[in-house]
């Protein structure tokens, strides 16, 4: 028989971080501490906002774009937050998860041959929809001695004549690192001179611990340029409800909408309405839940200091991006022994990128008393190293 597949996507590789969590549900008396995912209930009026949406009978599609009360909230959310105005019926629309904007953002800009800039460590799915953009990913290496930022300089080392879009993952996953205004500002500065666009993933913009999250559209000249993605899993503890959003320059925008049109139709209706609540009357929530990251947060930071094990603080998201190179294993063989002999699941770093070698992240979006357990654990393990 002919073969069946296409080679584009069996050559991808699947998810580093699905392969531990899908071992770790085999596993009696595990604890994960390896999926970014709120262990918070979506707050109850949210909640109550879905409920009552389907007692009402809203449970036809909308428009592609989105409900337009929702778009209008999103206008205003990124208004107050940023001081940026978005036309709520030509720049905005929803999406099924932040993901779907990053894949259908790639596809509605890329050609065959363009190149993307991606920092890593980084979110998985980056490389991925560049890849099925029919694009060339273009890996910088981020590292530890500038906290994991991105600066201007590593933007200038890799630009060429077919460099088209750059992925400005911050706050980042996996590493927790954030971006100061001034960083922005020099990349900004590159980014136009060089005539770049920008996906900028800001899915733990609310998740910061340094001051409020600044968002490259802020800046002068480069809204024009920049797709912004986010959503509503992380921060308002709405991962299964799958819901995200993207903004940017109208000519982008129908083209997305036009894949989207295709592929989705539309996103789930009981979810934007949720949203929409989350939008008018969520702030509270996600103060409260912050709180308690950053709560948890210090913990892991002071107990990677009691027992000497190398991490650089993190101000953004809900992980941890220790060193564990000392111990002289790969990461994956680090995160293997760790789960087989204490039966705990952390995450390799090589997950989101071959430059993560050398260390694990761990996620703190599990309770105080998870975290307390699972670190009893590693440092158990970590003493038989």
């Known amino acids: 028989m002919r073969n069946p597949l296409g080679s584009k996507v069996v050559d991808i590789k699947p998810s580093g971080i699905r392969k531990f969590f899908d071992i770790v549900q085999e596993t009696e008396g595990a604890i994960s501490l390896g999926v970014g995912e709120p262990d918070f209930d979506t707050p109850w009026h949210i909640r109550d906002e879905g409920i009552y949406s389907l007692e009402k009978g809203r449970t036809f599609y909308t428009s592609n774009s989105g409900l337009k009360e929702l778009?209008?909230?999103?206008?205003?959310?990124?208004?107050?937050?940023?001081?940026?105005?978005?036309?709520?019926?030509?720049?905005?629309?929803?999406?099924?998860?932040?993901?779907?904007?990053?894949?259908?953002?790639?596809?509605?800009?890329?050609?065959?041959?363009?190149?993307?800039?991606?920092?890593?460590?980084?979110?998985?799915?980056?490389?991925?929809?560049?890849?099925?953009?029919?694009?060339?990913?273009?890996?910088?290496?981020l590292k530890e001695e500038n906290e994991f930022r991105l600066t201007a300089q590593e933007v200038l080392d890799k630009v060429t004549d077919k460099t088209k879009i750059l992925v400005l993952p911050f706050p980042n996953n996996p590493t927790g690192a954030v971006m100061e205004k001034e960083d922005l500002e020099a990349i900004a500065k590159v980014v136009i001179e060089k005539d770049l666009y920008v996906i900028s993933d800001e899915i733990y913009g609310e998740l910061s611990y340094k001051?409020?999250?600044v968002s490259i559209v802020s800046l002068p000249g480069m809204k024009e340029r920049t797709i912004l993605i986010n959503g509503f899993s992380k921060a308002y503890a709405m991962t299964g409800?799958?819901?995200?959003?993207?903004?940017?320059?109208?000519?982008?925008?129908?083209?997305?909408?036009?894949?989207?049109?295709?592929?989705?139709?539309?996103?789930?209706?009981?979810?934007?309405?949720?949203?929409?609540?989350?939008?008018?009357?969520?702030?509270?929530?996600v103060r409260m839940m912050r709180e308690e990251y950053n709560h948890r947060r210090r913990y892991l930071l002071n107990k990677f200091k009691e027992i000497g094990l190398p991490c650089f603080e993190p101000y953004g998201a809900f992980y941890v991006f220790p060193c564990i190179k000392k111990f002289g294993m790969s990461s994956d063989e680090f995160c293997t022994r760790l789960l087989t002999e204490e039966k705990l699941a952390v995450v390799p770093g090589t997950a989101f990128g071959d430059c993560g070698e050398g260390y694990i992240r761990i996620s703190y979006a599990y309770s105080l008393e998870n975290l307390k357990t699972a670190m009893e654990r590693f440092e158990r393990f970590i003493s038989k190293l």
């Open 241 to 285: 409800w799958r819901l995200g959003y993207a903004c940017g320059p109208e000519i982008i925008m129908k083209q997305m909408i036009k894949i989207h049109q295709f592929a989705i139709m539309c996103a789930p209706t009981t979810s934007q309405y949720a949203a929409v609540e989350a939008l008018k009357n969520g702030d509270e929530d």
């Open 211 to 213: 001051g409020k999250h």
């Open 71 to 141: 778009r209008v909230e999103i206008s205003n959310y990124i208004k107050r937050t940023q001081g940026v105005e978005y036309d709520p019926i030509k720049e905005v629309f929803v999406t099924v998860g932040g993901s779907e904007a990053i894949d259908l953002a790639m596809r509605a800009m890329l050609d065959p041959g363009d190149e993307v800039l991606i920092p890593q460590p980084s979110y998985v799915s980056y490389e991925p929809c560049a890849i099925l953009a029919d694009a060339t990913p273009v890996i910088i290496e």
